[in-house]
């Protein structure tokens, strides 16, 4: 794979418009945000980006001022509008799919649908320039793959068309909810991630510090003061392993010397449900001459606490053990291939320029059970397939 990581480091929570901030202070020229804004089809709104200081650092404040009222909009007078401008199909089909996302969380809160929900909370206009702005400045820097930091979840209320609520807002913390965001805590009130932030990091960030060299770091500032710098601080960099993704992964384990075989499959079955990327065993020698097994855990690392508690749950042990991993990954997908017996997925793991396939074995033994050959035959002839592909 190609392309720049973008990291946002979110310590004081996002919104739309400090993502465009963050954007424009790491190299994302404002005239050609602009311009590309211009492309729309809406008006009655001014964008202005200027020079900030505070609490000694600098960076970039971009602020969308409404100059005409504006009217309530649907999904799909969004859709129309974006589908309208002459953007690159990628921008347009990523900004969509953000407010697709952000319309499905509102519906979800609301007890509406996502083509009734009215976009009267986000903004509407600044929502447009905020999700488009957005998706083209990561374009525009050369972004390819985009990671977050934890969300600070913040507290207190929130005025909305709806009056107070509380924080975080529902649409957001569904939004949190549906991609598992991992939450921490602040000592201020306020919000500090706004709708339109949780929608732009669920629809296409991994909440993980990836691996890379750091080229460049813009700050994105907001209109709230706290004790600290409100900003947003965008990482640009490339990963440490040119043609190969690199995020992190949490290892759990456990020993376990006073439990079945029968129990571990249990345990393993449960963990995989659950989400774990990989459950293993290893047999371990512990103390008193006891033979044992060690049970392993690979987890993303949102999923790290869940999962560790499952492993209390459904083992005998006391306690689990975590640790932080860096992994390095090639790029996959999932394809199907016809053989004499019918349809095989195969997996294809793609280096620069080379493929390797491997056929699914369950599809394999399903087909050789049903057709009386072996498994062997229906492999072969489902990895001939996709090479000739």
């Given at each position: 794979?190609?392309?720049?990581?973008?990291?946002?480091?979110?310590f004081?929570?996002i919104s739309?418009?400090?993502?465009?901030?963050?954007?424009?202070?790491?190299g994302?020229?404002?005239e050609?945000l602009?311009?590309?804004?211009a492309e729309l089809?809406?008006?009655g709104?001014?964008i202005?980006?200027?020079?900030?200081?505070?609490?000694?650092v600098?960076?970039?404040?971009?602020?969308?001022t409404l100059?005409e009222?504006?009217?309530?909009r649907?999904?799909?007078h969004?859709a129309?509008i974006?589908?309208a401008s002459?953007l690159s199909a990628?921008?347009?089909?990523?900004?969509?799919a953000?407010?697709?996302l952000l319309a499905e969380?509102?519906a979800?809160?609301h007890?509406?649908?996502?083509?009734e929900?009215?976009?009267?909370?986000?903004g509407?206009v600044?929502?447009?320039?905020d999700i488009?702005?957005?998706?083209?400045?990561l374009?525009g820097l050369?972004?390819?793959?985009t990671y977050?930091?934890a969300l600070?979840?913040?507290h207190g209320k929130v005025r909305?068309a709806?009056?107070?609520?509380p924080v975080?807002a529902?649409?957001t913390?569904?939004?949190?909810?549906?991609?598992?965001?991992?939450l921490?805590?602040?000592p201020?009130?306020?919000e500090m991630v706004?709708?339109?932030?949780?929608?732009l990091l669920?629809?296409?960030a991994?909440?993980?510090q990836?691996r890379?060299?750091?080229?460049?770091?813009?700050?994105g500032?907001?209109q709230?003061e706290f004790?600290w710098?409100?900003?947003?601080?965008?990482?640009?960099?490339e990963?440490?392993?040119q043609g190969?993704?690199?995020d992190?992964?949490?290892?759990?384990?456990?020993?376990?010397d006073?439990?079945?075989?029968?129990m571990?499959?249990?345990?393993?079955?449960?963990l995989?449900?659950?989400?774990?990327l990989?459950?293993?065993?290893?047999p371990?020698?512990?103390?008193?001459?006891?033979p044992a097994?060690?049970?392993?855990v690979i987890a993303s690392?949102?999923?790290e606490?869940?999962?560790?508690e499952?492993m209390?749950r459904?083992?005998t042990?006391?306690?689990?053990?975590?640790?932080?991993m860096g992994?390095?990954?090639?790029?996959?997908?999932?394809?199907?291939?016809?053989?004499?017996w019918?349809?095989?997925r195969?997996k294809?793991?793609a280096?620069?320029?080379e493929?390797?396939?491997?056929?699914?074995?369950?599809?394999?033994r399903?087909l050789?059970q049903?057709?009386?050959?072996?498994v062997?035959?229906?492999w072969?002839?489902?990895?001939a397939?996709?090479?000739?592909?």
């Amino acid at each position: 794979m190609s392309g720049r990581i973008a990291y946002f480091d979110c310590f004081s929570g996002i919104s739309g418009d400090m993502c465009l901030g963050a954007l424009v202070d790491a190299g994302l020229p404002f005239e050609e945000l602009r311009a590309a804004l211009a492309e729309l089809p809406v008006g009655g709104y001014e964008i202005t980006a200027e020079r900030v200081a505070s609490k000694g650092v600098t960076g970039t404040q971009v602020k969308v001022t409404l100059r005409e009222e504006q009217p309530h909009r649907h999904l799909s007078h969004i859709a129309d509008i974006i589908g309208a401008s002459t953007l690159s199909a990628a921008v347009k089909e990523r900004a969509i799919a953000v407010f697709r996302l952000l319309a499905e969380a509102e519906a979800k809160v609301h007890g509406s649908t996502p083509e009734e929900v009215h976009f009267h909370e986000v903004g509407a206009v600044d929502a447009i320039v905020d999700i488009v702005g957005t998706c083209f400045g990561l374009e525009g820097l050369g972004v390819t793959r985009t990671y977050a930091s934890a969300l600070p979840a913040g507290h207190g209320k929130v005025r909305t068309a709806h009056g107070l609520l509380p924080v975080p807002a529902p649409a957001t913390l569904e939004l949190m909810r549906r991609v598992n965001a991992p939450l921490r805590d602040v000592p201020v009130e306020g919000e500090m991630v706004t709708p339109t932030g949780a929608a732009l990091l669920a629809s296409f960030a991994t909440f993980a510090q990836p691996r890379m060299r750091l080229q460049e770091i813009g700050y994105g500032f907001g209109q709230k003061e706290f004790p600290w710098p409100n900003v947003l601080r965008l990482w640009l960099g490339e990963s440490l392993a040119q043609g190969l993704d690199a995020d992190e992964v949490s290892v759990i384990e456990a020993n376990l010397d006073d439990t079945t075989g029968e129990m571990l499959g249990a345990a393993m079955e449960s963990l995989l449900a659950a989400g774990a990327l990989d459950v293993y065993f290893t047999p371990i020698q512990m103390k008193k001459n006891r033979p044992a097994v060690k049970l392993s855990v690979i987890a993303s690392l949102e999923r790290e606490a869940t999962l560790a508690e499952r492993m209390l749950r459904e083992t005998t042990t006391l306690g689990v053990r975590v640790a932080r991993m860096g992994r390095y990954k090639a790029d996959r997908w999932q394809e199907e291939v016809s053989t004499p017996w019918g349809t095989v997925r195969v997996k294809v793991k793609a280096l620069d320029d080379e493929r390797v396939a491997a056929p699914e074995y369950d599809d394999c033994r399903r087909l050789a059970q049903e057709h009386g050959v072996s498994v062997w035959e229906v492999w072969q002839a489902a990895r001939a397939a996709a090479q000739e592909r």
